[in-house]
């Protein structure tokens, strides 16, 4: 079943209002969940032990929040294949601890395009930092578990229960597919909306 067991989770979600179904199993098994923002402090209002990412970083949260998990801690923690041996030894050079799981959501872009809201403020909504987690965990599928749509939640604690806190590669995989059907979808909306915009009109 290639079981990987998670000991170490992100968590950056903009609908919180599920967290309180999947925190208990995390507690459970004892997983670290590492956050940052509003999926930080309501974590932390719900009584679960949290870290902040820019105390496991070491480096602030910048640019009024552009830039939260663009770290080389984060990503390397991430994307580091487990028994490649040139990786183990820049993961121990730099004391990088490996991330098991990334439960993210993208930013409701499709959502607040429907409301025509103006451009400046629409850009904004363009998720950078949560796709490219959700990009590294689907890409590291054969170490690292992505959920990226809440609806998955019940999938994720089924399959924590069932292996005693890990994920076999079956789930992995499908995760992965998933993951990336989720961003491209969301790139194709954004770049659709730009075309508009500018009248350009691809084949």
Wanted: a positive charge; proline letters at 2%; charged letters at 25%.
């Amino acid at each position: 079943m290639n079981l990987k067991k998670i000991k170490r989770a992100i968590i950056s979600v903009s609908n919180k209002s599920n967290l309180n179904f999947i925190l208990p199993i995390f507690k459970k098994f004892n997983i670290e969940i590492l956050s940052s923002g509003g999926s930080y402090k309501k974590i932390r209002s719900m009584n679960y032990n949290c870290k902040r990412i820019s105390d496991y970083t070491g480096f602030s949260e910048i640019l009024e929040g552009r830039v939260k998990t663009l770290h080389p801690k984060i990503h390397a923690g991430i994307l580091n294949i487990r028994q490649n041996k040139n990786h183990k030894k820049d993961i121990k050079k730099y004391n990088i601890p490996n991330i098991d799981l990334v439960i993210v959501d993208l930013y409701p872009f499709e959502q607040k395009l429907e409301k025509k809201i103006k451009f400046k403020k629409l850009i904004e909504y363009i998720d950078i930092g949560g796709a490219t987690l959700i990009r590294a965990a689907a890409k590291n599928y054969e170490d690292v578990t992505v959920i990226s749509a809440t609806s998955d939640y019940s999938r994720l604690i089924h399959e924590l229960k069932n292996n005693n806190g890990a994920t076999s590669i079956k789930f992995r995989e499908l995760m992965s597919a998933k993951a990336f059907s989720i961003t491209a979808y969301y790139d194709s909306i954004i770049s659709n909306w730009l075309n508009e915009k500018l009248n350009i009109k691809f084949p």
